[in-house]
């Protein structure tokens, strides 16, 4: 019988962490443990307000999974089954099938790669690096405190008033650096967004790497109206759920964002990593605000994702496990 346990890590951050919908100094995150026998494996689950997870919940969660058997689950496929019965939140089940592989792949004598049957990650990764929403006489100071310019992507939070104003002063200072435009679901049809990202493109030194999910996921038909007219990829990140139609999401968007926090586990994300191959749209790996535990996870699966947006751990003001270092932008585990 396996043991499993769950520990909060109070995690401040360096900076308020602002996007459209929120702003936080600092995040409680989740460390699950399984143990059995000589072998342990840790997992981390990174609670979303958008999807009304929390660190509470997820911890009654993790109780009334443990009342209800979790430690009687001893192979991937018990765990699935168990899971899926009882349908906790994405961010926990994550943890809990990370931890359990992480587990099976030292008992077994192989890497997380080997075990789950993907390519190695290369041996250093680039990652963007994520600027919030700020005002934009704030953001040469941040720009210049936090080295930003060392990475080889800068990722911008922006919402509908002031995104031509900050990625303005964003491009003043970094012209042509490639940037992503993070939208978190700012813009309310496909109307506004044209009228403002007419705007956008017309600044000077502005070179897109791609617009992450500027309308909410409902404005299926908006994303249809825009698909290939903003001269940009446009990515999905909030509209991909379990249940998503990838024939339609390839009639919506160029790409998709794939976080292993948001699709619940490893097993989970590769299948939509294979879903969005299949269906001839670019990969990104993404995170939430996380330790290196969960970006040590999410490079374990690297080597299938064209965009690599994985700074979660960049931002806290102390690390805790040290298991991913950065170097100019560059990610080594």
Known sequence: MLTWSITPLVLPLRYTWKISRNASTSKTNLLVQVTGGAWSGQGEAAPNVRYNESPEGLQQEFAQLQAAGLGECETLEELTIFLSQQQPAHALRFALEAAFVHREAARTGQTVPQWLGVPAPAADVGTAVTLPIMEPGEVAGFVQAQGLGRFPVLKVKVNREGATDLLGEVTRLLPGHPLIVDGNEAWTDADSLRRSWEQIRALPGLHVRLLEQPLPAACTDDYRALKGQLHCPVFADESVTDAAD????????????????????????????RETR?????????????????????????????????DGFVILQHEPFGLVWEQEGRLRI
């Open 246 to 273: 990838f024939a339609d999401i390839a009639r919506q968007f160029d790409g998709v964002n794939m976080k292993l926090m948001k699709a619940g586990g490893y097993l989970n994300g590769l299948r939509i990593l």
């Open 278 to 310: 299949t269906h001839g749209l670019q990969t990104m790996l993404g995170c939430m605000v996380e330790t290196s535990l969960g970006i040590w996870s999410a490079l374990q699966v690297s080597a299938l994702a064209d965009v690599h947006d994985l």
